[in-house]
């Protein structure tokens, strides 16, 4: 992308206040953290329910971005920079990604439906890649961002595109397809997903077909669902391309069969008959298979190379993955993909995730870029500098000849190359990023750098918490703080990795229960302002010297800080007031705070930063009452502390269930505890938050015992009849209950509920398989999506925050993103 400034101009109908009429750009950002924005970047200042990028422009300006598209100019910016002044930020991004992409023509492929799409979107890179230089929307960016995003990545070279399209709501689709303007429809399994953003199914349809009201085909599965829709599309003149595994009068008829792990699809189209092989059974798999070889069909290739092709599709891995790696290493595991575009995405993955100074990345030859060999690993090595990365190592001969564009570079060969050379290299203490295009077979190089740890893990999802922080954030005044507490192992998440990503969103404080917890994340490199919450007097000394600002309570607290302040000479060291209004935990109480207010006035050693409480009711509304007595204690005791001591502290006194409860009661800040993992008492929030963690585990051993035979310690379950049992090596020292044990809890084995016999053991616990076509090595949910760590928590009669954090430090954590 090289445009000039004035080009760009009609086409979002901006004013233009301008510092350098000649400019030129070429990239596009909406991200103020990426170290890719440059003096050549376009940035888009976007304005969200939670954020606003204009925010972060002055700091841009200093950083060498020169080029905005703003709704208005902050105050101290203009002059030094140009600005393109529009109403609305999104719309002119969306405008000046329909303007350049009319500026090619070629054929596109525009997905849409509520499943499948990103999956079908990368197996047809991989079916056609051979034959066409492809740009398709990096991972899932398929919004009303992601689209234009995507499209923006076009180049001169290319000559297939592949965008997928995402709708949440009605009049959606009608912006994305100005963007993508297909000229190749793909309609996708249509599910549930987003139901709750339309009145009816009906009403859904009609919206994602308006992606196709220019493509000059649609290809579709065939359904009395879908199928009336079409009709005022075929009275257009235009073309539907059919399949179905039911109906004969679709344009392709299939019919499937399995064998063993495989699945023979027979096709019939008008009058020729093949079959053709996929390494796939399951129905979601066959029916997407099914759309790329309709997509085949339709471009005319021979059914050899369509058998070929088609039995080489795999698995697709949608997530970069955040491991714990040899050596005090931190693995980022995106090793089945490489292009210039998921590269960028990484990159800036890498950032925001990074334990260490020192970073590293793994990198195999670049596929599908649309540049030449040289312009594209120039562009590389740009990308590398402008995010500091300290040592590359390439796979691959292409890579390897233009070894020299990089300043520490190590290449390889190929894959085996570099792992017959890995003991020759060292790796400890850097972060990893480990990226590779599928047929260099990067896995066995995570393999090499992962800790070995066993097969149950507990999975992250950044995404979904990024998605909690933001719905609790738009319940907030805009002047609203917001610390989050990471105390417990983050709830028993991980601390680090997600302290990292607030620190990426900007967050005000972070929260930890003791002085060890806020002194790792430090040490780690987090930067945020850390409390502990439940100091001991001990700890003062460490805390001080770590930067972490403490929670006083009591007299006796304060004297022993303020005694080790005066020694070190400190000047106003920030400390936080805690207030017991009723919890009776922890706090001064009412017949204190003259006490207080006596010590702290006039002393110097120390910042009152904050004043704090704590609610004991917050989530049960039949205390509605004596929660608001606490509240309006607060207020009371807070007040005076201020007026006598004239000073002006940050107060909070409301908790993650507080924040939805008694939104009046905001004061500065708010504390965001249980809700950012997306748990809630309250069941219609609970639908608005995303699971954030999912502890799985695989199936060690399967064996079928006779009727009267046991299973487990104590004999306590009995079969009544030949029954086949899962062994799960998961037990109580990683934090599974044994009251869950005995047939009161179950586990998720492919999609199904199995239930756990006898006594949970503490390494194993075994399962009923009954009915369930399952094998060893097949993964096992403990918690997630189902059973959810509520309903386990009201079966135990306990609370949800116990089986978050009982699950122990061996089992290992993944972070991903999607």
Known sequence: ?????????????????????????????????????GSQTLFFALVGPNNDAHLYIKNLILKGVQNFVVAHIPDDCAGNANFLVVENTLLALQQFAKYYRGLFDFPVIGLTGSNG??????????????????????????????????????????????????????????????????????????????????????????????????????????????????????????????????????????TKRSILDKTILDI????????????????ASIENAISCLMVLLYFEYDQITIQNRMELLYPVEMRLKVKNGINNCSIIDDSYSSDFQSL????????????????????????????????????????????????????????????????????FKNTADFIANFDDLIF?????LIKGARTFQFEEIVALLEEKTHETVLEINLNSISHNLNFFKSKLKPTTKMMVMVKAFGYGNGGFEIAKLLEHHKVDYLGVAFADEGISLKNLGIHLPIMVLNPENTSFPAIIQHQLEPEIYSLKGLRAFLKIAEQKELKHFPIHIKLDTGMHRLGFEANTIDDLIATLKGNQTIQVKSILSHMATSDDLEHKDFAQSQIDLFEKLSSKLMSELQIKPIRHILNTSGISNYPDSQYDMVRLGIGLYGVSNDNEEQKQLENVGTLKSIISQIRTIPAGDSVGYGRRFMAEKPTKIATIPIGYADGISRGWGNGVGFVTIKNSKATILGSVCMDMLMVDVNGIDCKEGDAVIIFGESPTVNEIAQKLNTIPYEILTSISQRVKRVFYRE
């Open 117 to 254: 799409k990103t999956i079908v979107k990368e197996w047809l890179n991989f079916l056609l890649s051979p034959d066409y230089n492809i740009i398709r929307s990096p991972k899932s960016y398929n919004s009303q961002v992601g689209v234009p995003l995507s499209v923006l990545g076009i180049n001169e070279q290319h000559n297939l595109g592949i965008f997928e399209a995402g709708i949440s709501t009605f009049y959606e689709m009608g912006k994305l397809e100005k963007i993508i303007k297909p000229t190749i429809g793909i309609l996708t399994n249509i599910g549930s997903a987003h139901d709750e953003g339309f009145e009816n199914l009906e009403q859904k349809i009609t919206e994602k077909l308006i992606l196709f009201k220019d493509s000059e085909v649609v290809i579709y599965q065939k359904n009395e669902m879908v199928d009336p829709h079409f009709a005022d599309f075929k009275n257009g003149n235009k073309v539907t391309f059919t399949w179905s595994l039911k109906e004969e009068s679709a344009d392709v008829f299939i």
């Open 1 to 37: 992308m090289i445009l000039k400034i004035q080009n760009i101009i009609p086409q979002i109908q901006a004013v233009f206040v301008d510092n350098n009429a000649d400019a030129t750009i070429d990239a596009v950002s909406i991200d103020s953290r990426s170290l890719q924005n």
């Open 428 to 432: 400890n203490n850097e972060t990893i």
């Open 268 to 283: 019939r189209q008008e009058k020729e008959n093949f079959e053709i092989k996929i390494p796939f059974q399951d129905e």
């Open 344 to 411: 960028k995405i990484a990159l800036d993955f890498l950032e925001s995730q990074k334990q260490y100074q020192k970073k590293t990345v793994i990198l195999s030859d670049i596929f599908q870029s649309g540049f030449s060999n040289a312009e594209l690993y120039s562009k590389v090595a740009e990308l590398i500098i402008s995010n500091k990365i300290s040592r590359v190592i390439g796979i691959g001969e292409t890579i390897s000849e233009f070894k020299n564009k990089f300043t520490n570079c190590l290449t």
